[in-house]
């Protein structure tokens, strides 16, 4: 079975330009959440979504991110236009329902620098 | 609002030795879960063991074990047989589990490195 995958690895991208994210979640998880890591601090929680909906988007830093995830499949994340403090890892995870106990299954991440 | 302090940037261990990652919380729930992953090094983040606040037994996944402290919201990771495939940045996570739209999410503390010595 095939984990959560995120593309692409790495992104570097110069400020005031737009960058999309994508990642794809485990077959049949219609949990989908994005985390961020800013360098050397806590990973913080971004949003939720649940099929296509947002459950939660409480993380989502100011109106440059958008996150969509069109028919409950894969998401993305564009950050337009991008900015120094936009720079850190990217984390998608999902799961199979809400429940607390449930495990959420991560990706490798994306690293966005942007210059 | 739930935080969650790992005050260890860095540990590190003999290979066979067993070390102990520290990890306190702030909540003022009484129902929630931890959690601890593990990232190697440009890998996926894994799950290596989790805790239910109302179980009073502490938790273990063979070499892997935490000293969960309710009262004083500690939340140690006991590595034992340390080995060379351990070394990875370990986060410790919170989960609320109550109704709410803000109950699915992680909340993380800024990990810490292990390095485990050949």
């Known amino acids: 079975e095939a984990g959560v995958t995120q593309f692409p690895s790495h992104s570097v991208i110069e400020k005031g330009q737009t960058v999309t994210l994508r990642c794809d979640p485990i077959?049949?998880?219609?949990?989908l959440y994005w985390y961020r890591r800013v360098m050397g601090k806590e990973i913080k929680f971004l949003l939720h979504?649940?099929?296509?909906?947002?459950?939660?988007e409480s993380g989502m830093p100011n109106n440059r991110f958008l996150a969509e995830r069109t028919g409950g499949t894969y998401s993305t994340l564009k950050v337009q236009p991008a900015e120094l403090e936009d720079s850190g890892v990217y984390f998608c995870?999902?799961?199979?329902?809400?429940?607390?106990?449930?495990?959420?299954?991560f990706g490798a991440g994306t690293r966005l620098s942007v210059l | 609002a739930q935080t969650v302090t790992q005050s260890q940037p860095e540990m590190s261990v003999q290979e066979a030795e067993t070390v102990t990652l520290s990890c306190t919380y702030d909540?003022?729930?009484?129902?929630?879960?931890l959690f601890w992953y593990k990232q190697p090094p440009s890998r996926q983040m894994i799950l290596v063991i989790r805790?239910?606040?109302?179980?009073?037994q502490n938790a273990t996944e063979n070499r892997f074990s935490v000293n969960f402290q309710k009262a004083a919201k500690s939340f140690s990771l006991k590595i034992s047989d340390s080995q060379l495939g351990d070394a990875a940045m370990y986060f410790c996570?919170?989960?609320?589990?109550?109704?709410?739209?803000?109950?699915?999410?992680?909340?993380f503390g800024q990990g810490t490195i292990l390095t485990v010595h050949p």
């Open positions: 995870a999902s799961s199979q329902d809400m429940k607390a106990k449930n495990i959420q299954y």
């Open positions: 077959s049949g998880h219609d949990n």
């Open positions: 979504f649940v099929k296509e909906s947002k459950q939660d």
């Open positions: 909540t003022s729930e009484s129902d929630y879960y």
């Open positions: 805790q239910e606040a109302y179980k009073q």
């Open positions: 996570a919170y989960r609320l589990n109550a109704g709410g739209t803000s109950y699915g999410k992680l909340t």
